[in-house]
Structure formats: C-alpha cells, structure tokens
C-alpha cells in the first residue's frame, strides 16, 4: 500500500513538473532590430485600450522607417528613430524625448501586431496597430 502510494505521488509529481515547465519559445519577447523595420508600413486595423484622446494615428497611414534613423509616419514632427531595447523610439528633430514608443507584440511575415504607446510605455494606455508591409 504505501509503496503505491509512493508511485502514484511520483507519477503526480513528474505530472506537475511537466505542466508548469514553459518552453523557451514561449518566453521569449518579441522585439524590433534595426533591419527588419526598414520599408514602408500600412497601418491595416487599430483600436486603443482605452479612450486616449487623438494621437494622429489613422487607418491606412503610412510609416516608413529608413536605414539613416530618419522616419516619416504622417505625425507632424516625428522625423527620427532609434531602436533601443527592442522598441523603436521616434523623436520629433528638436527633442530628446520620445514622441512615441513602438512595441512588437506579433510578427508573421510582411505583417506585424504592435502597441503604441506616447513618450512613456504605460499600462492601458496604448494603441494596438496591425501593419504590412507595402
């Protein structure tokens, strides 16, 4: 009896291990490089997390990121980025604080799911964009 019972513990135990073991795969962060970014993107659907005002972002925009961290995204002054941590920061020519903050929740191809967030990555506060790129 108590030899069963220790068997069926073990058998319970493995079980346990095995369920709360994640893969590698799954904790990963996606995250921006500088090279896969660069061409032109159509903002395809959006929708925010909560009300947030007007940002400037619409549907159909375009935002085109070039090799020399110049960008134009249809955002009055938002001339210049760099990819820093995985996100991508876009600054207006005269400012050292980030405009926005591009988030890579998904990537599939020529299509991508980010977040928007403006000057700070702050929690419900963001837009959802889903691009192609063009």
């Not at 980025?81 to 903050?101: A, Q, W």
Request: glycine share 8%; proline share 1%; net charge neutral.
């Amino acid at each position: 009896m108590k030899k069963s019972f220790s068997l069926c513990a073990l058998v319970a135990l493995l079980a346990l291990v095995f369920v709360t073991t994640s893969c590698s795969k799954d904790d990963e962060t996606p995250s921006f490089d500088s090279e896969s970014i660069l061409g032109t993107w159509e903002i395809q659907s959006m929708n925010y997390a909560t009300a947030l005002g007007d940002w400037g972002i619409e549907m159909g925009q375009k935002l085109t990121f070039k090799g020399n961290s110049r960008c134009t995204t249809g955002i009055t002054g938002e001339t210049s980025y760099k990819v820093e941590d995985g996100l991508i920061k876009t600054y207006n020519e005269y400012s050292e604080t980030p405009m926005f903050i591009y988030q890579l929740v998904h990537r599939e191809g020529n299509k991508m799911h980010v977040r928007v967030y403006k000057k700070v990555v702050e929690e419900g506060k963001y837009y959802n964009i889903h691009l192609e790129k063009k």
